[in-house]
C-alpha cells in the first residue's frame, strides 16, 4: 500500500484505515508494518455499522467489520463503495484510484 498511499495523496486525497480493534492494537500493528496512515478504532462498531460492513456473526463473532473499500468525496459523498464477504479477497485498488481521478 505504500507506492500508493503516495499516488491516492497525489491526487488529493487521504487515506484512513477503520477497524473494530482497540487503538493500542492499532498502534502496534501500525508500528510492526510501517503503516504511514492513520488508523482509525470504531470500538463501538458504529462506523462499520453506518457503512453497512458489519457482519451479524463472522466465526463465532458478533459484530466484526468486512473487508471493504470507500472512497468518499469532500462533500461526504460515498463515490466508490467495494465490500467481501471473504476476508481473504483484496480490494482492486486501481478501480479505487481511477475514481479518485475522475473527482
Known sequence: MGHRASEIRA???????????ATFSQQA???ALGVDFPLLSDWDREVC?????????WKGHRGLAK?????????ATVRYRWVTDDALVLPDLDEAVAVLREL
Not at 453506518?50 to 451479524?56: I, S, T
Not at 473487508?67 to 468518499?72: A, I, Y
Open 11 to 21: 491526487l488529493g486525497a487521504d487515506v484512513l484505515a477503520v477497524a473494530v480493534t
Open 49 to 57: 455499522a453506518a457503512y453497512d460492513v458489519r457482519y451479524d456473526v
Open 29 to 31: 500493528f501500525a508500528d
Open 67 to 75: 473487508r471493504s473499500l470507500f472512497v468518499v468525496g469532500r462533500d
